[in-house]
């Protein structure tokens, strides 16, 4: 294509510059672009000796427990396709590797709505992760830290946690701490790694009479009204899968 010329006020001569035309589009068929699904995950997060042995103890699969009680939740709404959860151990949440791999290499997009279940070391662990994902750009719907364990100065020498207290970071945060009117042996346990024990910050904040090992017994106390855990962690999950 030629320059086309044209005369300035001055009396001189310029040339356009030529351009090319855009294509007639000749398919008027939509094309549909494939965009990320925001689909929500569960990271449970169990405590000392629950995936793995503990000094000689274990493992006892407490957090398992808690993740089968809304497997079967689920299941009974017949949207158990639509459930996608992973079990980790504490110590497989702690350090930059291990959230990596465990973690955010499992969640597709930071659009995905992020709910953390954390009981004992786990849930000291979880509160330090909801605080880590945050920071990093991921939505953390909800965490439940279920007698967070952590306190102890003699616990953190002896296991992969943060000696610093969590300040976690969640849309809401529900904590209940175990407190028997009869101690068992998981109970001096907790104990001797210090319960923390949470003055400010979650959204609900209950103490049930229950050992501490009962992780999923934690987990279906009535903590408001006669609404438990389990009960705003599926209806949670349901809302953003709707």
Same mark, same amino acid.
């Given at each position: &294509?030629?320059?086309?010329?044209?005369? +300035?006020?001055?009396?001189? /001569?310029?040339?356009?510059?030529?351009?090319?035309?855009?294509?007639?589009?000749?398919?008027?068929? #939509?094309?549909?672009?494939?965009?990320?699904?925001?689909?929500? #995950? $569960? @990271?449970? =997060?169990?405590?000392?000796?629950?995936? *793995?042995?503990?000094? @000689?103890?274990?493992? @006892?699969? !407490? #957090?398992?427990? $808690? *993740?089968?009680?809304?497997?079967?939740? &689920?299941?009974?709404?017949?949207?158990?396709?639509?459930?996608?959860?992973?079990?980790?151990?504490?110590? *497989?949440?702690?350090?930059?590797?291990? =959230?990596? *791999?465990?973690?955010?290499?499992?969640?597709?997009?930071?659009?995905?709505?992020?709910?953390?279940? %954390?009981?004992?070391?786990?849930?000291?662990?979880?509160?330090?992760?909801?605080?880590?994902?945050?920071?990093?750009?991921?939505?953390?719907?909800?965490?439940?830290? +279920?007698?967070?364990?952590?306190? %102890?100065?003699?616990?953190?020498?002896?296991?992969?946690?943060?000696?610093?207290?969590? /300040?976690?970071?969640?849309? &809401?945060?529900?904590?209940?701490?175990? !407190?028997?009117?009869?101690?068992?042996?998981?109970?001096?346990?907790?104990? @001797?790694?210090?319960?923390?024990? $949470?003055?400010?910050?979650?959204?609900? !904040?209950? /103490?049930?009479?229950?050992?501490?090992?009962?992780?999923?017994?934690? &987990?279906?106390?009535? =903590?408001? %009204?006669?609404?438990?855990? +389990?009960?705003?962690?599926?209806?949670?999950?349901?809302?953003?899968?709707?």
């Amino acid at each position: &294509m030629e320059a086309e010329k044209i005369i +300035l006020p001055s009396g001189k /001569t310029a040339s356009l510059v030529a351009t090319h035309t855009l294509t007639a589009v000749s398919n008027s068929q #939509i094309k549909t672009v494939p965009v990320p699904t925001a689909k929500p #995950i $569960v @990271f449970y =997060i169990g405590g000392a000796g629950d995936q *793995e042995s503990y000094y @000689f103890q274990g493992a @006892f699969h !407490n #957090i398992n427990e $808690v *993740e089968v009680l809304m497997s079967k939740r &689920m299941k009974n709404a017949q949207l158990f396709e639509k459930y996608t959860k992973h079990v980790w151990g504490y110590n *497989e949440v702690r350090g930059g590797r291990d =959230i990596k *791999e465990h973690i955010t290499n499992l969640i597709p997009n930071k659009s995905c709505p992020i709910y953390i279940v %954390g009981h004992s070391l786990g849930g000291w662990n979880g509160a330090h992760l909801s605080k880590i994902l945050s920071d990093e750009g991921y939505k953390i719907a909800l965490l439940i830290t +279920l007698d967070p364990v952590g306190k %102890g100065f003699l616990v953190w020498l002896g296991s992969n946690i943060d000696y610093s207290e969590p /300040t976690p970071v969640a849309d &809401m945060w529900i904590n209940i701490r175990a !407190n028997p009117i009869k101690s068992d042996a998981s109970d001096h346990v907790a104990n @001797f790694g210090e319960r923390w024990i $949470v003055s400010q910050g979650p959204a609900i !904040n209950a /103490t049930v009479d229950i050992h501490h090992a009962l992780a999923s017994h934690m &987990m279906v106390a009535p =903590i408001q %009204g006669a609404k438990c855990a +389990l009960d705003f962690l599926y209806d949670a999950y349901v809302k953003n899968i709707k």
